[in-house]
């Protein structure tokens, strides 16, 4: 049962235009949320993550917005870039075991 | 200087065989994962190690045997392969409560094919 969906499994953006990327998840213990990129043949790497005290977290042209009634988030990149294009993963965490969650992931693809 | 490095990264093997897949993290950390791509591009954790102590054990078949010798190594050793344990597979690793601020270090995958 996947706790962390990412509903859009695709994105197309212009190069210098915002790319929001979506999550949302079920488990209400969920305190932690967390963004990786990937690139083919690698593995995630680490954007920009929020705790559930926020609604927001700034990084850079990178922002994530935390709605906790509505167990949504979601990512801002402001203004996307060729290098952008990769998978976006949200992942999810709420225990002591520090345990991630991710969804499916997002193929951002940013064009010229 | 690969932070977390894993060996193979592409294994192909017949059904029946039994592989290892190896992990090494140089990072310090106290904590190693192994996580599952599968075709559908779902990233599901399979086994976590604290200070050599496994913490973790998810829903996997028992074919599934992690070993860690020490706190920088966590390998992965199948049995009887499966086709159906086609998949990615990613080794990674994280300290403490750090990864609430910045997440696991994933190594780069090792893509085995059971054929």
């Known amino acids: 049962d996947q706790q962390v969906k990412q509903n859009s499994p695709s994105l197309s953006v212009q190069e210098g235009r915002i790319s929001i990327l979506n999550c949302d998840y079920t488990n209400s213990m969920f305190d932690y949320f967390l963004w990786y990129k990937k690139y083919p043949a690698e593995g995630p790497t680490f954007l920009i993550s929020i705790s559930s005290i926020k609604d927001k977290n700034e990084d850079g042209r990178f922002t994530v917005f935390l709605n906790k009634s509505a167990k949504h988030l979601s990512l801002h990149i402001v203004p996307s870039q060729p290098g952008d294009s990769a998978v976006y993963f949200c992942a999810a965490s709420g225990g002591a075991d520090y345990k991630l969650s991710f969804g499916a992931g997002t193929t951002v693809t940013v064009r010229a | 200087d690969t932070a977390v490095s894993q060996t193979p990264k592409y294994l192909v093997t017949q059904m029946g065989n039994d592989k290892s897949i190896k992990c090494e993290q140089n990072l310090g950390h106290d904590t190693m994962y192994w996580y599952k791509q599968d075709s559908k591009k779902f990233l599901k954790i399979m086994f976590s190690?604290?200070?050599?102590?496994?913490?973790i054990n998810e829903t996997v078949p028992n074919r599934f045997s992690p070993k860690s010798p020490d706190k920088a190594h966590l390998n992965l050793h199948i049995n009887s392969l499966e086709l159906g344990d086609s998949a990615v597979y990613f080794c990674a690793s994280s300290q403490g409560q750090a990864v609430i601020l910045r997440g696991y270090t994933f190594g780069s995958g090792t893509r085995l094919t059971v054929v």
């Open positions: 190690y604290n200070n050599k102590e496994l913490i």
